[in-house]
């Protein structure tokens, strides 16, 4: 096989071998869709209400957050197991993750919150672009002494906000959130996981890894789900909706499997320790 096409084969199997995983994802995704849903139109009334609506969105983010770090520590022990070396057939028996993750959750919320504070900041920059752009092309219009379009300007700047909220940023916590959940399941020290998924930001793959993620399972499913095809009477209309939706479903959790099985093949550091077994012998006295 050849290199380039080793990884993403090597990270679909590795997907492949785990249906039961891959099952509770896909049930995942529209569980969080209704509960984020609901979480739209609870009223606000009262102070056991306002408590209620804030318990139910922590609620959500910790099981989306567990599922997350779950899928991809398994992957990770799927792609760089613990070699035996020894004269004897022995399979060591693995620990479940359900708890080590459970555990490493306090970290993963801080980076949550975080990660969705510095998106909002960057939405709420991309409404004030078109202010910043007005000045910014009349200097440098007079700098220059050529018309400068504002509109141009303010497309810059939407260009490097949208670059930096959709690749930039989501790939730098996507490597803190590989580290973060090495560290609480193998320990190693936190800050060497961090240091060793910070270099993730080198490797092409990684960004290649994430383009094909955007669009594949963001892009498509926009397209495929708000294209209206001319079709006649209801039943076609609403059956060509809910096979939309699927297939859009279907792509957004597929890329995100793939996704995170890759990311856990590129992240190699601590390396696994080996078990080494010998054969007993008897004492010839």
């Not at 993403?8 to 071998?17: D, I, M, N, Q």
């Not at 056991?48 to 983010?61: D, G, I, K, M, T």
Request: aromatic share 14%.
């Amino acid at each position: 096989m050849k290199r380039w096409m080793s990884l993403p084969a090597g990270s679909w199997r590795v997907v492949a071998r785990q249906p039961l995983l891959a099952l509770m994802n896909l049930a995942a995704l529209p569980v969080a869709a209704l509960a984020a849903w609901g979480w739209l139109y609870l009223p606000d009334t009262n102070v056991p209400l306002v408590l209620a609506s804030l318990l139910l969105a922590v609620v959500l983010c910790l099981g989306l957050l567990l599922l997350a770090q779950y899928t991809f520590l398994s992957y990770y022990r799927q792609h760089h197991p613990m070699s035996v070396a020894g004269s004897l057939r022995f399979q060591p028996r693995q620990r479940s993750l359900w708890r080590p993750a459970w555990g490493g959750l306090p970290p993963l919320l801080l980076w949550l919150l975080v990660f969705g504070g510095i998106c909002w900041a960057i939405s709420s920059l991309q409404q004030r672009t078109l202010d910043w752009a007005k000045p910014v092309a009349s200097w440098v219009t007079m700098f220059t002494q050529r018309p400068v379009s504002f509109y141009s300007v303010n497309a810059i700047f939407t260009g490097a906000l949208d670059f930096l909220q959709w690749v930039a940023l989501p790939l730098l916590f996507l490597a803190l959130f590989a580290g973060l959940g090495g560290a609480a399941v193998w320990g190693g020290g936190r800050r060497r996981w961090l240091r060793h998924s910070l270099g993730l930001l080198r490797l092409p793959q990684y960004w290649i890894a994430w383009l094909i993620f955007l669009a594949v399972s963001y892009w498509a499913p926009i397209q495929i789900t708000t294209w209206t095809p001319m079709l006649e009477g209801i039943p076609i209309a609403t059956a060509s909706l809910l096979l939309r939706l699927g297939l859009a479903l279907a792509l957004l959790f597929l890329g995100w499997l793939l996704f995170l099985s890759v990311l856990a093949r590129l992240l190699k550091f601590p390396k696994q320790g080996m078990i080494v077994l010998r054969r007993s012998t008897t004492d010839p006295a």
